[in-house]
Nanobody
Framework: QVQVVESGGGLVQPGGSLRLSCVASGSIISINAMGWYRQAPGKQRELVAAIATDSSTNYADSVKGRFTISRDSAKNTVYLQMNSLKPEDTAVYYC????????????WGQGTQVTVSS
């Protein structure tokens, strides 16, 4: 079992930046990839960005060129740097880990709220 704790959300104006952090603990060795997901009101949860243990990354088309996912393995932490934020980025952002089978390894937490508004 893996536990994750997200932080770093907040209120930011359009065009602004935020950095989210996700600290993982527990069965770290079982993690094949870490990802950031978001869920806006009335919408399904969607993948925003993911990073694998080989450091390969993938992004949702809507955030390419604006968001960057990175990790600090020594700290078991994954970051999501969000630049040029838009109102449509407003959502609750969640972090989770996947094993080699693709199965989610952590329970979905409360996430961290990101609100982009003037």
């Amino acid at each position: 079992q893996v536990q994750v704790v997200e932080s770093g959300g907040g209120l930011v104006q359009p065009g602004g930046s935020l950095r989210l952090s996700c600290v993982a603990s527990g069965s770290i060795i079982s993690i094949n990839a870490m990802g950031w997901y978001r869920q806006a009101p009335g919408k399904q949860r969607e993948l925003v960005a993911a990073i694998a243990t080989d450091s390969s990354t993938n992004y949702a088309d809507s955030v390419k060129g604006r968001f960057t996912i990175s990790r600090d393995s020594a700290k078991n932490t994954v970051y999501l740097q969000m630049n040029s934020l838009k109102p449509e980025d407003t959502a609750v952002y969640y972090c989770n880990a996947r094993g080699v089978s693709g199965r989610f390894l952590a329970s979905w937490g409360q996430g961290t709220q990101v609100t982009v508004s003037s």
